[in-house]
């Protein structure tokens, strides 16, 4: 049995200084903020590269509150894409403003930014582009029409822990950027938690009383807030795991290289990872429009597989209301119906992944005979 992810084989690999970890916090009964969610702050927002990070319960709460630090409200607009997780759309209804989709480079699964200037609006006040599976977006020109429009940048970055796009670093490209620690992303926590990362001081300031109830002492609400503090048993977690994270992610980069060269010459697309971007793969998605059949294949040899995501947001019924159609985004409504994503996490063996490939050329080659 090949799993799709296998966390208990890492929290094998780190389970003495996780469990120190944790009994710290248990000691210290630090349990909501507290040193360990400062030191991890501190360290993750180094590690994207960003001056300031604020730890919060979830990454949808990251995105929700980087909105509200800039002032993002009802009559504003935000666009972003179709083809991503439902929390990066859902973030922006949060705030009352109107999601504006645009569709994706087939290629690489992120916003095209070609699609941007026709979007804007005088309403607009963001973009917000996804790293979507681990690899960044194309941010130059993203960002140089955002300048010249005067708009905000707010990275989704929850999938892209260390990625970069020409040697800078996921989350620290943008105004701000935003991250998920799920337990399943590249940096997991054992529980919930997110972050935003910035080295804008008022942004930071603003989001630290944001998710703590608006107060900046207590009981001295300033702002309407929220209650979306990161624990501190997450943090002490957190900050374990960080020390792991560049060699996880090198080694997931050797597992997708080693599924690219299983893969080549079989027809099977599979992911294109251009030559600026470190991508970090946290999925590694080949296309096949045979996609139920080599899933049960899949199943039926013990091989997990996923799919991310198979319905575009805007053909979603919760989303129906932003009045978008079948067809209006061609290139999202395509990669929903054919992606593929094959397990994915750092220890995943050598022999693993000639299996797993091995499966797929087969599948691949029966599709070729039958068309033939
Ligand atoms: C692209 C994207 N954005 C936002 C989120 C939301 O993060 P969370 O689940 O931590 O709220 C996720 C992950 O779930 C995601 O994959």
Redesign the pocket.
Known sequence: MIPFVDLKAQYASIKTEVDAAIQGVLDSCQFTLGSEVARFEEEFAAYSGAKLGMGV???????HLALLAADIGPGDEVITVPF?????VA?IYYTGATPVLVDIDPRTFTMDPACLEAAITPRTRAIMP???YGQCADMDPILAIARKHKLLVIE????AHGAEYKGRRAGSMGDMG?????P??NLGAYG???MVVTDNAEYARKIRMLRDWGAEKKYEHVLKGYNFRLEGIQGAVLRVKLRHLEAWTEARRAAAARYDRALAGSGVATPVALAHNRHVY?IYAIRTTERQAWMDALAAQGIQSGI?YPIPVHLLPAYADLGYKAGQFPHSEQAANEVLSLPMFPELTSEQTAEVGVAIRRLAAGKVAKAG
């Not at 319960?57 to 995105?63: E, I, M």
């Not at 989704?156 to 999938?159: G, L, P, V």
């Open positions: 319960n979830t990454g949808t709460s990251a995105l991503t997780f439902v929390a990066t973030s996804v790293h979507l989704d970055a929850a999938q935003c991250f998920s620690f799920y399943g992303k919930e938690g997110g946290h991310h």
